[in-house]
T-cell receptor, first 111, second 115 residues
Framework: AQSVSQHNHHVILSEAASLELGCNYSYGGTVNLFWYVQYPGQHLQLLLKYFSGDPLVKGIKGFEAEFIKSKFSFNLRKPSVQWSDTAEYFCAVNDAGKSTFGDGTTLTVKP | EAQVTQNPRYLITVTGKKLTVTCSQNMNHEYMSWYRQDPGLGLRQIYYSMNVEVTDKGDVPEGYKVSRKEKRNFPLILESPSPNQTSLYFC??????????????FGDGTRLSIL
């Protein structure tokens, strides 16, 4: 069975600080990894995805993530956060229709 | 506009009264899925469908039913709702390819309260 673990439940940063959110997955098959963002009161939106190729993937709004196979990790990064990045972030793995999401990380950016 | 539409957006009802939450997508996606979102638990998959007449259980299917008679619609049915099904529900859809690597498009959510 696949599982996803997000280590940080709540992160508070000041604007311009750098961000790294941890995500570890447990799955032995072909890995399709995603990061989604949920702004307050809205539905989830895709930030970025990885399924093959360059392990460093770039997404929208300056976000990027690095897939490290040996560590079963897919951490999300952003060099300089903005107040508008305040949201909940979910890491997810998908295989043949079965989707597993992490518990989510709430990011609060202070102006 | 490409979208996933859920109805109703909010519903308060009582234990045991059957209800259906509809989900419709206009993107001709093969794959559709239902999730519930609870504080501290993230999103948990209830059921998913890879195509018309094909449905499979997710991680928390108990107390729910689904059907996929048409490609665009994937209703979620609670035959006898109970208070522990009070939650925020999301429907999602995506294209389907051999590698299951297509991102999902989510609806705006349905907040259900079962009294």
């Amino acid at each position: 069975a696949q599982s996803v673990s997000q280590h940080n439940h709540h992160v508070i940063l000041s604007e311009a600080a750098s961000l790294e959110l941890g995500c570890n997955y447990s799955y032995g098959g072909t890995v399709n990894l995603f990061w989604y963002v949920q702004y307050p009161g809205q539905h989830l939106q895709l930030l970025l995805k990885y399924f093959s190729g360059d392990p460093l993937v770039k997404g929208i709004k300056g976000f990027e993530a690095e897939f490290i196979k040996s560590k079963f990790s897919f951490n999300l990064r952003k060099p300089s956060v903005q107040w508008s990045d305040t949201a909940e972030y979910f890491c997810a793995v998908n295989d043949a229709g079965k989707s597993t999401f992490g518990d989510g990380t709430t990011l609060t950016v202070k102006p | 506009e490409a979208q996933v539409t859920q109805n109703p957006r909010y519903l308060i009802t009582v234990t045991g009264k059957k209800l259906t939450v509809t989900c419709s997508q206009n993107m001709n996606h093969e794959y559709m899925s239902w999730y519930r979102q609870d504080p501290g638990l993230g999103l948990r998959q209830i059921y998913y469908s890879m195509n018309v007449e094909v449905t499979d259980k997710g991680d928390v299917p108990e107390g729910y039913k689904v059907s996929r008679k048409e490609k665009r619609n994937f209703p979620l049915i609670l035959e006898s709702p109970s208070p522990n099904q009070t939650s925020l529900y999301f429907c999602a859809s995506s294209l389907l390819n051999r590698n299951s690597n297509q991102p999902q498009h989510f609806g705006d959510g349905t907040r259900l309260s079962i009294l």
